[in-house]
């Protein structure tokens, strides 16, 4: 059992920043971040595998997030810039045990975080 533990979430203007971080409890496969906003599916945000030899984000964020992580510290972060409202959702942190996904089939999940951007 891997827990995982998100802070950073908070109320920002659009166009401001924000960054997410997530400690795990553990070592997995690979880490991600996914939002989920009222009314709507969870949604895949951004992944990286802990060997660094693969990254993946959303279309509607590349180029605005930036995933990262420090491994000794089993912590990874989600770096948020030019925020929009359409940005505001619960997001949550996720580790996968084997195998690479871009989808919610994550083994492990953290509580989540609010994000909220405003107008």
């Known amino acids: 059992q891997v827990h995982l533990v998100e802070s950073g979430g908070g109320s920002v203007q659009a166009g401001g920043s924000l960054r997410l971080s997530c400690v795990a409890s553990?070592?997995?496969?690979?880490m991600g971040w996914f939002r989920q906003a009222p009314g709507k599916e969870r949604e895949f945000v951004a992944a990286?595998?802990?060997?660094?030899?693969?990254?993946a984000y959303a279309g509607s964020v590349k180029g605005r997030f930036t995933i990262s992580r420090v491994n000794a510290e089993n912590t990874a972060y989600l770096q948020m810039n030019s925020l929009k409202v359409d940005d505001t959702a619960v997001y949550y942190c996720?580790?996968?045990?084997?195998?690479?996904?871009?989808?919610?089939?994550?083994?492990?999940w953290g509580q989540g975080t609010q994000v909220i951007v405003s107008s």
């Open positions: 553990g070592r997995t496969y690979a």
């Open positions: 990286f595998t802990w060997s660094g030899s693969t990254t």
């Open positions: 996720a580790a996968r045990a084997a195998g690479w996904r871009t989808t919610v089939e994550y083994d492990y």
